[in-house]
Antibody, heavy 114, light 112 residues
Framework: QLHLQESGPGLVKPSETLSLTCTVSGASISSGDYHWGWIRQPPGKGLEWIGN???????SYNPSLQSRVTISIDTSKNQFSLKLYSVTAADTAVYYCAKIATGWGQGTLVTVSS | DIVLTQTPLSSPVILGQPASISCRSSQSLVHSDGNTYLSWLQQRPGQPPRLLVYRVSDRFSGVPDRFSGSGAGTDFTLKISRVEAEDVGVYYCMQVTQFPFTFGQGTRLEIQ
């Protein structure tokens, strides 16, 4: 059974780097024709796609965030990670990792505040 | 970017009655491989999104058959044949035909 779990700090200071990890069980993130990605949802608002990994190798990012985002993979741990640089209060959101779109983590709230 | 526009944004419904949500795309969602990658997600209060329908009309595993998707090209619809109390939440359409992947604004389904 597919299970995804986000982990990382819940509070990040402005201008610093947001770092989250998604641990996957029940499927291999390095095989198969699947997109593994990150989506975020500001409080009370809709969903925004951040970016994803495909086939465990190629990455695609939302152009609105591309200059500040990196998604990477650790195949030995079956994890993929998100780094969002130079954060501001506008980056405060619940961050979800997902096997797009069939399986979702529970989400983790990240607040950007000093 | 492909813009997905949902209507209505809010839908008060009576238990046991049908409900329908529309999703219109700013451009065709037909992929070069011939498939149309339009999905519908449900987000219940306080929970992550859950996949209901993928590739326009394929119901995901475990989804009740009262949910159905239809459409083609740029116009898509999610229908609930008989609304139940557990269907309350926000519904999103999502396209993964073209990068960047995009979502509709969401439609809030509430019981009247």
């Amino acid at each position: 059974q597919l299970h995804l779990q986000e982990s990382g700090p819940g509070l990040v200071k402005p201008s610093e780097t947001l770092s989250l990890t998604c641990t996957v069980s029940g499927a291999s993130i390095s095989s198969g024709d699947y997109h593994w990605g990150w989506i975020r949802q500001p409080p009370g608002k809709g969903l925004e796609w951040i970016g994803n990994l495909y086939n465990g190798v190629s990455t695609s990012y939302n152009p609105s965030l591309q200059s500040r985002v990196t998604i990477s993979i650790d195949t030995s741990k079956n994890q993929f990670s998100l780094k969002l640089y130079s954060v501001t209060a506008a980056d405060t959101a619940v961050y979800y990792c997902a096997k797009i779109a069939t399986g979702w983590g529970q989400g983790t709230l990240v607040t950007v505040s000093s | 970017d492909i813009v997905l526009t949902q209507t209505p944004l809010s839908s008060p419904v009576i238990l046991g009655q049908p409900a329908s949500i529309s999703c219109r795309s700013s451009q065709s969602l037909v992929h070069s491989d011939g498939n149309t990658y339009l999905s519908w997600l449900q987000q219940r209060p306080g929970q992550p999104p859950r996949l209901l329908v993928y590739r326009v009309s394929d119901r995901f595993s475990g989804v009740p058959d009262r949910f159905s998707g239809s459409g083609a090209g740029t116009d898509f619809t999610l229908k609930i044949s008989r609304v139940e109390a557990e269907d309350v939440g926000v519904y999103y359409c999502m396209q993964v035909t073209q990068f960047p992947f995009t979502f509709g604004q969401g439609t809030r389904l509430e019981i009247q």
